[in-house]
C-alpha cells in the first residue's frame, strides 16, 4: 500500500500561482509514474501532469503545458505540481496518484494504484 498526501491547495486569483505537493508513504519502482488529476462535479477526473521516480520524463496536458510544471523529490518522497499564470477553468479538485509499476498508461485513471484524497483549488475571476 502506498499512502499519498496532498496539500497546497487554496484560493488564488487569475494569474497567480500555487505549489501543490504530494507526500507519498514510499516509492513503487523507479519506473512507475507520480501524476496528478484533477475533476470538476459531474464531470470526469482528467489528466493534468506525471512523472517518474527516475529519469526525466514528464507528461502534461494540453491545457496546462507552459503554465504548471511536474517536480519530485526522491529523498522527501514528494511529488510536486508548481501551477502559474492560473485561470478560473483550473479550479478544482486535485489528486494525486502513484502508480504500482511502470507500463500502465499515464493518461488514465485506471493506469493509477493509488489515490489521494485531493485538495481544492479555486482561481477566482
Known amino acids: 500500500q502506498v499512502q499519498l498526501v496532498e496539500s497546497g491547495g487554496g484560493l488564488v486569483q487569475a494569474g497567480g500561482s500555487l505549489r501543490l505537493s504530494c507526500a507519498a508513504s514510499r516509492r513503487t519502482y523507479s519506473t512507475a509514474a507520480m501524476g496528478w488529476f484533477r475533476q470538476v462535479p459531474e464531470k470526469e477526473r482528467e489528466f493534468v501532469a506525471a512523472?517518474?521516480?527516475?529519469?526525466?520524463?514528464?507528461a502534461y496536458a494540453e491545457s496546462v503545458k507552459g503554465r504548471f510544471t511536474i517536480s519530485r523529490d526522491n529523498a522527501k518522497n514528494t511529488v510536486y505540481l508548481q501551477m502559474n499564470s492560473l485561470k478560473p477553468e483550473d479550479t478544482a479538485v486535485y489528486y494525486c496518484?502513484?502508480?504500482?509499476?511502470?507500463?500502465?498508461?499515464?493518461?488514465?485513471?485506471?493506469?493509477?494504484?493509488?489515490w489521494g484524497r485531493g485538495t481544492q483549488v479555486t482561481v477566482s475571476s
Open positions: 512523472i517518474r521516480w527516475s529519469g526525466s520524463r514528464t
Open positions: 496518484a502513484s502508480q504500482d509499476w511502470g507500463g500502465s498508461s499515464w493518461y488514465e485513471e485506471r493506469g493509477y494504484a493509488y
